[in-house]
């Protein structure tokens, strides 16, 4: 019923009337931006119902149009088959297309998808052929194109389930509307006049076109209102900073590292200390409360005691790139069965934000691997680890820094992980050494593990790079508006508005060109 209700607000705030906000930030636009469309090369942009991104989009490309002359398509990320489907789409985008109109977008792409249903029906067949298990799916690559990962993350997130049944109707389905838009997309593409593209979103299906045009040699940007990515065949998906922190660390100079490690420091007291407003603004709860609960969770009956830190499983698992394994899902099932075969004493804990459709299949899964006790999400972490947990379990997860700063095991299952540029983490390279590792736990408690390193790697994740970009203090303007999630309403264009001057404007123009003109892969930290 919850979720019915959610889905049926959702569709309400669509299609309400525009409101003040947004009408000023619509006028505000139309007297900045230059709508003339007589232009033969053309920028394709992602739509989105994101308010923050609306002003990162269009101040975007009012300086990117100066360094490339051409025409703003905006396009839809999805299309819809069903001809109902359609219809409501059109209705609920109406308000995002009168925004996007007002910063010069005046031409939308009109998918016309039924001529290539032959064509996609014949590809979809090959490709079943040739799909036997989720490895085969993960690792699918068409015309020299991964696209694996993008169709198996779209099929977790839209039947919001834990793992991909490739034997299902459900997939040939996902399957099916990928290939009509591939051969949608790589049909745009090939066109000559298409100078770049701007998306929002490099994962599921959004991703698709992003990574077509990369194969052919289209720029493509990553903009939003944090974070700005320049992909290439050099770089192919954003936030692949993490493999140089440490080289990038030993860039700086004496001074600065000191105070860097200082900083992190302070900061991860903050978050032991119950902080939820630190470096991570979507954290809703504290894992970290300093109270405790009246009994003792752990019992004494193995020297190893093992915390499994679960995962969303249908929230984009390969976003950072191929993991151990294809989804979080099969990484709890791996490691259920090993329990069967260990004395270890097992545990789960799921994040405190957990939702309904991750609570079933946890309930599921321990349900049928009894030697792994589920804590309660809101246990803190400070009575877990003072009751002696010393090995921590994670594919890639934050809380991999936070226990290797209290000095305890962490084990990640990837190798596209944020702390892969440091030792105080376990990074095993396959299958096989990660169960090796398991079995020889005994091996890994007490390792010290712990370094400086732990301090560098938060630094260079989380304050190396800021995100003052469109504003000169963003997180005092998060903070302003109530935290990260009050920055999705209309109420965030009022204060953008009050922010920029046709000085600030100014700096924020050299920035972006400075950076458009660079060919850097990522825009940090600019200068105010």
Known sequence: MTARKNKITTYLQKIRPIDRFENNFIRHNETIFDNSQNKVDQILIEMTNMQPNHIAISHFLRVFSKVHDAQFVGYQTDIDLNLLNKFKSNIFNLKTKKIYKSFGVNKFLKPEVSIYKILANHLTNKLLSEINSKSDLINLIVDDIWVGDLIYDQYLGFYKVPTVNIKSEEFRKILFKFCILYYYWKDICLKKNIKAFLISHSCYFAGLPARIAISLDIP???????????????????????????????????????????????????????????????????????????????????????????????????TLGKALFPDFFEWLQFLGELSKKTDYEW???????????????????????????????????????????????????????????????????????PHISYDFNIHPKSKEELENKIFNLKNYVNKNLFSEDVYKCYYMKYLHDNQNIFFSNFKDIEKQMGGWYALFSSEIYNYWMNFCTPDIQNKIDLNLKKFILSGEYKLKSPSW
């Open 220 to 318: 493509v940007y990553l903009v939003n209102i944090q974070q700005i990515y320049y992909l290439s065949k050099k770089n192919t998906t954003p936030f692949l900073e993490h493999y140089l922190y440490k080289n990038d660390f030993e860039k700086l100079d004496i001074s600065t590292k000191n105070k860097a490690i200082e900083k992190a420091r302070g900061r991860l007291k903050l978050i032991f200390e119950g902080s939820t407003d630190v470096d991570q603004s979507y954290i809703k709860y504290t894992a970290y409360s300093q109270k405790k609960v009246l009994s003792k969770i752990l019992r004494n009956k193995s020297h190893v005691k093992i915390l499994i830190a679960s995962h969303s499983f249908h929230d984009s698992p390969n």
């Open 347 to 417: 545990y789960l804990k799921t994040h405190p934000g957990i939702d309904n459709f991750d609570k079933k299949t946890i309930n599921d899964f321990i349900s049928r691997y009894n030697k792994i006790i589920l804590i309660p999400n809101t246990t803190s972490h400070h009575q877990l680890i003072e009751e002696g947990i010393n090995i921590l379990l994670t594919v890639h997860g934050s809380i991999g820094i936070e226990y290797a700063a209290k000095n305890i095991t962490v084990i990640n299952a990837s190798l596209h992980n």
